[in-house]
């Protein structure tokens, strides 16, 4: 039984890291297509101002606090969750994981040849792991049945998909009944992470929880993004009363 907090309309998990890795391990060995979502302060107001969205994020089997901004919203009203699950974090978690049980991930998203540089680091940094197949991020609606043909084929039973949300959430509802792998993960910008083309936070930032003042810094062209944390807070104080 799922326990969770809303937050702005959007049911976040009350879980700790180390309850969702193991329960996302069970979700890619069990049959069937179980979904996790990484909700970001961005990503709950997106829900909050699009109630179709929002349906789609709470059709999910586990939707992360990913931000610190959503730990402080679940503590503002007073129903904390234990602590920030970073989707990137639980995706590690996960490769590492599946190279140790032998099931495959399918790596969907980023620009061209960003998901197979991708796949070139993630098998070295993780001995035995399994990349069943890669597939970039910018393809016509015409080409969406063709690829999901290309993950079920491929044998995967894990499928990180990286389109940014919320184009990757509505992605991945809307192929949900016809995806064969066991666990769909939506996680942002996270192959361009692996392929070494973005730098993840130092430690020390992710520890004082900073990794959004980091990214900030890093791309400053993310301001409008940014924007949307104190907008964010505010709404989370107003529905509160
Ligand atoms: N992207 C994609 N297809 C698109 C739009 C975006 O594959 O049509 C990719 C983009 O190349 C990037 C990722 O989606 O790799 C989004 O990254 P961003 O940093 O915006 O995501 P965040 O982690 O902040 O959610």
């Given at each position: 039984?799922?326990?969770?907090?809303d937050?702005?309309?959007v049911?976040?998990?009350?879980?700790?890291?180390?309850?969702?890795?193991k329960k996302?391990?069970?979700?890619v060995?069990?049959?069937?297509v179980s979904?996790i979502?990484?909700?970001?302060?961005?990503?709950?107001?997106?829900?909050?101002?699009?109630?179709?969205?929002?349906?789609?994020?709470?059709?999910?089997d586990?939707?992360t606090?990913?931000?610190?901004?959503?730990?402080?919203a679940s503590?503002?009203?007073h129903n904390?969750?234990?602590e920030?699950?970073?989707?990137?974090?639980?995706a590690?978690g996960l490769?590492?994981?599946?190279?140790?049980t032998?099931?495959?991930?399918?790596?969907?998203?980023a620009?061209?040849?960003?998901?197979?540089?991708?796949?070139?680091?993630?098998?070295?940094?993780?001995?035995g792991?399994k990349?069943?197949?890669?597939?970039?991020?910018?393809?016509k609606?015409e080409?969406?049945?063709e690829?999901?043909?290309?993950?079920?084929?491929?044998?995967?039973?894990?499928?990180?998909?990286?389109?940014?949300?919320?184009k990757?959430?509505?992605?991945i509802?809307?192929?949900?009944?016809?995806?064969?792998?066991n666990?769909c993960?939506?996680?942002g910008?996270a192959?361009?992470?692996?392929?070494?083309?973005?730098?993840?936070?130092p430690?020390?930032?992710?520890k004082c929880?900073?990794?959004?003042?980091y990214?900030?810094?890093?791309q400053?062209?993310r301001?409008?993004r940014?924007?949307?944390?104190?907008?964010?807070?505010?709404?989370?104080?107003?529905?509160?009363?």
């Open positions: 039984m799922r326990e969770t907090v937050i702005l309309g049911n976040i998990d009350k879980i700790t890291a180390e309850y969702a890795l996302a391990e069970r979700y060995r069990t049959p069937g979904v979502y990484t909700p970001n302060p961005e990503i709950v107001m997106a829900a909050y101002e699009n109630p179709e969205f929002r349906k789609v994020l709470n059709e999910a586990m939707c606090p990913d931000g610190i901004g959503v730990v402080y503590r503002m009203i904390p969750v234990p920030r699950v970073a989707g990137f974090d639980l590690c490769l590492e994981s599946i190279s140790k032998g099931e495959s991930v399918f790596l969907f998203g620009a061209p040849g960003v998901a197979e540089t991708a796949k070139a680091r993630l098998e070295e940094k993780y001995p792991l990349v069943a197949g890669t597939h970039h991020g910018y393809f609606p080409e969406e049945a690829i999901v043909e290309e993950i079920n084929a491929s044998g995967a039973s894990l499928l990180f998909v990286c389109l940014g949300a919320p990757q959430e509505k992605w509802h809307r192929n949900r009944e016809r995806l064969r792998v666990l993960m939506g996680i910008g192959l361009d992470v692996f392929a070494g083309n973005v730098k993840r936070a430690e020390f930032f992710i929880n900073l990794e959004w003042f990214r900030f810094c890093k400053p062209s301001l409008g940014f924007a949307a944390l104190p907008k964010f807070m505010l709404t989370v104080r107003r529905e509160q009363r």
